[in-house]
């Protein structure tokens, strides 16, 4: 009968046929997740390169201006504060040259999440102005707050995209630390950007363990625990590298700070569009509290 009734012909194992297509599925799945590890090692900085206004000014300067014009705009309660926040980014976008389609992708990535402020906001909002749309009423004061907060969040999106990813995040570290920003907090920003794509690797590389062992996520308690290990095994793993990594750079001669080979200058440029941008995050206070 065990001759007759094996574990391959009683259907506790897999065909040859379907053993065949599994291993060809999971080699087609493990060479895909293998090509986008070598395409994510690194993050990419793709508005960082160019020869614009906005490219050459000083990063200390720029992170000042994004910071208090971002703050106008973010405390300002009108939709003229909005409005004109909102064109003022725009400009910049424009004298910064960023190309459109990148750039359209992460403002819509940014408003799906505000497409839900949008379904809550007016059944949610309450006041005394109620607007009928069949069974449902909405409420005016929830899509008067769900459109304010729509255009301030792209102002301050586009504002910062077009100050601050126009350089790159090694001279946006230079810009804090020339800020008198404290020197570990610097350098934690430097690595952590650095490293970050080296720990999604890691963790890539294990989840790609787990699916070559058959793994399949599902809402059951063995999920929860395998993903719960390969959390763990891919801090144990940034952090043994993070020891290594430490060693070579003292071992390289590191003391604490990253040296600059040219160091910028604030000139009267730079001086100039700071006075601008302070001059209308007034004007944006001006009329907020007016």
Same mark, same amino acid.
């Given at each position: 009968?065990?001759?007759?009734?094996?574990?391959?012909?009683?259907?506790?194992?897999?065909?040859?046929?379907?053993?065949?297509?599994?291993?060809?599925?999971?080699?087609?799945?493990?060479?895909?997740?293998?090509?986008?590890?070598?395409?994510?090692?690194?993050?990419?900085?793709?508005?960082?390169?160019?020869?614009?206004?906005?490219?050459?000014?000083?990063?200390?300067?720029?992170?000042?201006?994004?910071?208090?014009?971002?703050?106008?705009?973010?405390?300002?309660? /009108?939709?003229?504060?909005?409005?004109?926040?909102?064109?003022?980014?725009?400009?910049?976008?424009?004298?910064?040259?960023?190309?459109?389609?990148?750039?359209?992708?992460?403002?819509?990535?940014?408003?799906?999440?505000?497409?839900?402020?949008?379904?809550?906001?007016?059944?949610?909002?309450?006041?005394?102005?109620?607007?009928?749309?069949?069974?449902?009423?909405?409420?005016?004061?929830?899509?008067?707050?769900?459109?304010?907060?729509?255009?301030?969040?792209?102002?301050?999106?586009?504002?910062?995209?077009?100050?601050?990813?126009?350089?790159?995040?090694?001279?946006?570290?230079?810009?804090?630390?020339?800020?008198?920003?404290?020197?570990?907090?610097?350098?934690?920003?430097?690595?952590?950007?650095?490293?970050?794509?080296?720990?999604?690797?890691?963790?890539?590389?294990?989840?790609?363990?787990?699916?070559?062992?058959?793994?399949?996520?599902?809402?059951?308690?063995?999920?929860?625990?395998?993903?719960?290990?390969?959390?763990?095994?891919?801090?144990?793993?940034?952090?043994?590298?993070?020891?290594?990594?430490?060693?070579?750079?003292?071992?390289?001669?590191?003391?604490?700070?990253?040296?600059?080979?040219?160091?910028?200058?604030?000139?009267?440029?730079?001086?100039?569009?700071?006075?601008?941008?302070?001059?209308? /995050?007034?004007?944006?206070?001006?009329?907020?509290?007016?």
């Amino acid at each position: 009968m065990v001759g007759l009734c094996g574990p391959a012909r009683c259907g506790f194992y897999p065909s040859r046929s379907r053993r065949h297509r599994q291993n060809r599925r999971v080699r087609g799945s493990a060479l895909a997740v293998h090509g986008s590890l070598a395409e994510h090692a690194m993050i990419s900085e793709p508005f960082a390169v160019g020869d614009s206004l906005l490219h050459r000014t000083d990063p200390a300067v720029k992170i000042i201006s994004a910071m208090v014009l971002a703050l106008s705009i973010a405390t300002g309660s /009108s939709f003229q504060v909005a409005g004109a926040g909102l064109l003022v980014a725009a400009c910049c976008c424009y004298a910064a040259g960023l190309p459109l389609r990148p750039l359209a992708r992460r403002l819509a990535a940014v408003n799906i999440f505000i497409l839900l402020l949008w379904i809550t906001l007016p059944l949610t909002g309450g006041g005394e102005q109620m607007i009928q749309l069949g069974s449902l009423q909405l409420s005016g004061k929830g899509i008067t707050l769900a459109g304010l907060i729509t255009l301030k969040a792209n102002a301050v999106y586009l504002l910062l995209t077009a100050l601050l990813a126009t350089s790159t995040i090694a001279a946006i570290g230079h810009g804090l630390e020339r800020l008198h920003l404290p020197n570990k907090l610097t350098i934690l920003l430097l690595t952590t950007y650095r490293y970050l794509g080296r720990i999604e690797l890691e963790y890539k590389r294990l989840r790609r363990s787990a699916v070559l062992r058959c793994f399949h996520g599902a809402t059951n308690l063995h999920t929860y625990r395998t993903y719960g290990y390969l959390i763990g095994m891919t801090l144990i793993r940034s952090y043994e590298r993070s020891r290594r990594i430490h060693q070579a750079m003292i071992m390289r001669g590191f003391t604490g700070t990253f040296p600059v080979l040219i160091q910028p200058r604030t000139g009267t440029r730079d001086l100039l569009f700071l006075a601008l941008c302070v001059g209308i /995050s007034l004007l944006f206070s001006f009329l907020t509290i007016r």
